[in-house]
């Protein structure tokens, strides 16, 4: 089956830093998602991402689907934004997840 | 609009026990999904169904059963538990309706067995 990878595996920022998540897949894909995790274990989804570029607010996300790979922007990282960050993606009959195993981030007061 | 809701949020259990683990979704999505949440790992397909009636395994199914008797419920039920079974689950469900591309999670359920 597919793989994604995730990376760095950890980051730790000072609020009002920047940060780029990496994500790499194996194979191409029509759909890839981005996910946050907060700390209290509730999954948002954050970017449906298949090509180009999307911004919300102060995370903007781009999938160059021909390189095999998805980034995804912080700017102005706030404390509220610490979790973990996954991509996914989506396969087969009931849009099934392929999960990478995520970046865990840390912003500091 | 509730989402999706899952119950219990912990448990503990003995090896050898069963249980079920509820889902529900309120959205009318044909979409669900079980996953497995390990340390340091992503989340696993256990199993998932494209709607009432039609089920099929994922990557680590082993040691669960499910089925789907209506759109809007999805149980996962652990047969005979084991200490690997030990994880957080979550339930999600989608859907494949225009413009709607996005997952909905439950808050997950937390289960250790001893």
């Known amino acids: 089956g597919i793989q994604v990878e995730q990376s760095p595996p950890d980051l730790i920022l000072q609020e009002g830093a920047n940060s780029t998540l990496r994500c790499n897949f194996s194979d191409s894909v029509n759909n890839l998602q981005w996910f946050h995790q907060n700390p209290w274990g509730q999954l948002i989804n954050l970017f449906y991402i298949p090509s180009g570029t999307k911004q919300n607010g102060r995370l903007s996300a781009t999938t160059v689907a021909t390189e095999r790979y998805s980034l995804l922007y912080i700017s102005s990282s706030q404390t509220t934004d610490s979790g973990v960050y996954f991509c996914a993606v989506v396969t087969g009959s009931a849009r099934q997840l392929t999960f990478g195993s995520g970046t865990q981030l840390t912003v500091l007061p | 609009n509730a989402g999706v809701t899952q119950t219990p949020k912990f448990q503990v259990l003995k090896t050898g026990q069963s249980m079920t683990l509820q889902c529900a979704q309120d959205?009318?999505?044909?979409?669900m999904s079980w996953y497995r949440q390990d340390p340091g790992m992503g989340l696993r397909l256990i199993h998932y169904?494209?709607?009432?009636?039609?089920?099929d395994q994922g990557e680590v199914p082993n040691g669960y059963n499910v089925s789907r008797s209506t759109t809007e419920d999805f149980p996962l039920r652990l047969l005979s538990a084991a200490p690997s079974q030990t994880s957080v689950y979550f339930c999600a469900s989608s859907s494949q309706g225009q413009g709607r591309y996005g997952y909905t999670f439950g808050s997950g359920t937390r289960l250790t067995v001893v």
């Open positions: 959205m009318n999505h044909e979409y």
């Open positions: 169904s494209v709607g009432a009636g039609i089920t």
